[in-house]
């Protein structure tokens, strides 16, 4: 495989993507077939399978050019598989197709996500070199640097302050926006950040940032307005500990458009009786707001919350690009990749252990509230 | 789709206790009533949110020593329109890579990373719905789990497994040689992207009505056949708007490709990140290589917005 993909790189991209693309789904198209003909009686299918039980292993350990020994275990592990798939309580083939459809995926999830992450919560208690257990210390060394503890404080400010303002400002804009002329237009001007990319945006807001020295024209939008009101310019970037505030305005500027989506479709969910029964109770527009819509979203509301919380505690393209972590701007996630970079790989893991630390109890519970909803459904 | 707008219809759901039916909502009365206070505060709001887009937009065609000096709000009185930003960003290298190469090097990496990783969870999502096996649904809740894990986690190891072939010290792979290209980048973003893939596909797929299934099943159709000729096209719906959020998610993705897209293969993210590093004050050249970088992902947007929006809908449990 290797072999394959050095000679696919020295290809012109055009040409590698209809390349990559095509062998991938020939690949599956021959699975499929040999799914499809799996469960078929008589002597050659059956001899088709056999083949194909031995020699997917085969070949698949073939390609990735692992040891011998390894694919030697392979041919074995299929001729056992075959056996098993012969004796399936399904009938004949029922293993053999399951196999095909789940193992793909399932394999590469198994190799690329699940053992890494068990690698990594090993490594996070060893030595820079990989070769000492020093238990926690990793941990210790982060929580007693002050860098380490300002980097947990900030991720902790981004998670405290973000998800709560994007959501009230998309919340707000979602209810109004349905009495406008025009909703689509607004929807896609707010929604269209959601689009662009961290980094694009990140520039985007360095130029809105930008400062000159007082006696000079800015170029920067932001302080403009700050010189037009009478004040004097700031460098938002370098300002602590208000830079970090700069940077979450970037991320609330691109995921308001998302709350605003989102709550907007489940605004439109809530049923005229319940308002117009409000409305003869007496209730004003705010009350109403209140006590009847934001009620009848609740659910939504908490996705939304759960979801920008999530990703504002993982949150690493906005600071790498606007500050890089300068001026005490730094959160986990640059950090590990900061530690990364310094061949730190027992530290980056730390940091990375504490990351998932911090994000599982938001996601159990956005996965429970789910949950609980389909089962109301 | 219906997977897709699940949140609202679960929302729906737990407001009231009656079920189906064409009810009167919110909506429908609302738009009796516009307000022009409504109007004028949405027109302040979407102002506010395009002005920063907009003002790198002319910026980026402004002539350098303009940009440099006044604002961009200003460019009516400082006449000077110029494409020129454009074409030295293209060709600004850093690290031996131009922009324009970037820029084709995302291409590469996202079309197969967008692909690959919707076949393949497509056909985990069949497996899932409509096979029975023992321990299905603790799988299935284990494969739901994966999307909690932050990608970090699997940085290290997985930059190892790579590099050297090894998983725990163990030789799994022959290790890719750095001749390997986009590979460890299309790997990478396939594994990432797979579990939310599976879990969205999986509850579409299993939506689809069991007659359609089991009346194939009577014409002799084996489960290859049904994937292929049912209920992949069925499903075109969902794969479709999952496969604009992977497209997005991954022309945009900037960690991933800082650890395994290096020297040549970079794509534009990476690029504009180490512009910004190096070169921070060349506003001529960051906001046209801004603009190059969001401009596929804007069209994108606005032409299939649709798709998107249900993507997000059904995926705003993201993890």
Redesign the interface.
Same mark, same amino acid.
Not at chain 2, 7 to 16: E, F, L, N, S
Not at chain 2, 146 to 150: A, D, E, G, M, R
């Given at each position: 495989m290797a072999a394959f993909l050095g000679w696919l790189s020295t290809l012109s991209p055009w040409l590698e993507i209809p390349i990559i693309i095509g062998v991938f789904l020939i690949a599956v198209a021959v699975l499929l077939f040999f799914i499809e003909i799996a469960p078929r009686a008589g002597r050659a299918y059956t001899i088709a399978r056999l083949a194909a039980c031995v020699i997917f292993p085969l070949a698949v350990m073939w390609i990735l050019q692992s040891y011998w020994w390894a694919i030697a275990a392979a041919g074995v592990l299929g001729l056992l598989f075959f056996w098993l798939d012969q004796r399936a309580r399904g009938g004949v083939g029922s293993l053999f197709q399951l196999f095909g459809f789940l193992a793909p995926a399932l394999i590469l999830l198994l190799v690329g996500l699940v053992l890494p992450v068990v690698q990594t919560l090993v490594q996070s208690m060893f030595n820079s070199r990989g070769d000492t257990f020093i238990g926690l210390d990793n941990f210790v060394w982060i929580f007693t640097q002050p860098q380490g503890i300002r980097t947990v404080v900030n991720t902790i400010v981004w998670v405290l302050i973000a998800p709560v303002v994007s959501t009230v400002i998309g919340l707000i804009y979602a209810y109004f926006i349905d009495k406008t002329r025009g909703e689509k237009v607004y929807k896609i001007l707010v929604f269209l950040p959601m689009a662009i990319s961290f980094v694009g945006a990140s520039i985007i807001w360095r130029f809105m940032y930008t400062a000159r020295p007082v006696d000079a024209e800015q170029i920067g939008f932001v302080n403009q307005i700050i010189v037009w009101l009478g004040g004097s310019p700031v460098p938002f970037l370098q300002v602590q500990p208000w830079n970090t505030l700069a940077l979450i305005v970037v991320f609330i500027w691109i995921y308001t458009g998302f709350a605003m989506v989102v709550l907007s479709a489940a605004i439109k969910g809530v049923p005229t009786e319940q308002m117009e029964a409000a409305e003869l109770d007496g209730a004003n527009a705010y009350e109403r707001f209140m006590n009847v819509v934001v009620p009848g979203i609740r659910p939504s509301l908490v996705v939304v919350l759960t979801t920008i919380a999530i990703a504002s505690m993982k949150i690493f393209d906005i600071v790498r690009t606007m500050t890089a972590g300068a001026n005490n701007t730094s959160v986990l996630a640059n950090e590990m990749y900061q530690q990364f970079r310094s061949f730190e790989p027992g530290r980056s893991a730390a940091y990375a252990v504490i990351l998932f630390i911090l994000v599982l109890p938001l996601v159990i519970y956005n996965a429970r509230q789910l949950k609980a909803q389909r089962e109301v459904r | 789709m219906a997977t897709t707008?699940e949140?609202?219809?679960? /929302?729906? $759901?737990?407001?009231?206790t009656a079920k189906g039916g064409a009810? @009167? !909502?919110? =909506?429908?009365?609302?738009?009796r009533?516009?307000?022009p206070w409504? /109007?004028i $505060?949405?027109?302040i709001?979407?102002a506010i949110?395009?002005? @920063? !887009?907009f =003002?790198?937009l002319v910026?980026s065609f402004r002539p350098r020593v303009e940009?440099?000096?006044?604002?961009?709000?200003t460019a009516l009185q400082n006449w000077g329109w110029t494409t020129e930003n454009y074409a030295e960003a293209l060709n600004t290298s850093t690290g031996g890579l131009s922009l324009l190469g970037a820029f084709?090097?995302s291409?590469?990496i996202t079309?197969?990373a967008a692909?690959?990783p919707l076949?393949?969870?497509t056909?985990?999502a069949?497996?899932?719905a409509w096979?029975?096996?023992r321990g299905r649904n603790l799988?299935f809740v284990l494969?739901?789990a994966?999307?909690?894990?932050?990608i970090?986690?699997?940085?290290?190891?997985?930059l190892q497994?790579f590099a050297r072939g090894e998983?725990?010290g163990f030789?799994?792979?022959?290790?890719?040689?750095d001749?390997?290209?986009?590979?460890q980048v299309?790997?990478?973003h396939?594994?990432?992207g797979?579990?939310l893939a599976?879990f969205l596909l999986h509850n579409f797929i299993a939506q689809i009505p069991g007659e359609v299934i089991e009346a194939a099943r009577v014409d002799g159709a084996?489960?290859?056949?049904i994937?292929?000729r049912i209920v992949l096209p069925l499903s075109m719906p969902a794969i479709a708007s999952f496969a604009i959020f992977q497209f997005?998610w991954v022309?945009?993705?900037?960690?991933v490709a800082?650890?395994f897209a290096d020297g040549n293969?970079a794509p534009i993210?990476k690029l504009?990140?180490q512009m910004?590093?190096q070169r921070?004050e060349d506003?001529h050249l960051?906001?046209a290589?801004?603009f190059i970088?969001?401009i596929v992902?804007?069209l994108?947007?606005?032409f299939l917005?649709r798709y998107?929006?249900r993507g997000?809908?059904a995926g705003?449990?993201?993890?």
């Open positions: - | 707008e949140v609202v219809a679960t /929302t729906q $759901a737990v407001t009231t009810r @009167p !909502t919110l =909506g429908d009365a609302k738009r009533l516009t307000s409504a /109007t $505060a949405a027109i709001i979407a949110w395009t002005i @920063p !887009t =003002g790198i910026s940009i440099q000096t006044t604002g961009w709000w084709v090097n291409f590469a079309l197969p692909i690959i076949i393949l969870a056909l985990a069949y497996g899932f096979m029975e096996f799988l494969v739901f994966l999307q909690i894990v932050p970090q986690m699997a940085f290290i190891p997985l497994l998983l725990f030789p799994i792979i022959q290790a890719f040689s001749q390997a290209g986009y590979a299309w790997i990478a396939t594994i990432f797979l579990p599976i084996g489960h290859g056949q994937f292929f997005l022309w945009n993705d900037l960690l800082l650890i293969v993210t504009l990140a910004v590093g921070g506003w960051l906001t290589g801004a970088a969001i992902p804007l994108v947007f606005l917005q998107f929006v997000l809908l705003s449990a993201k993890g």
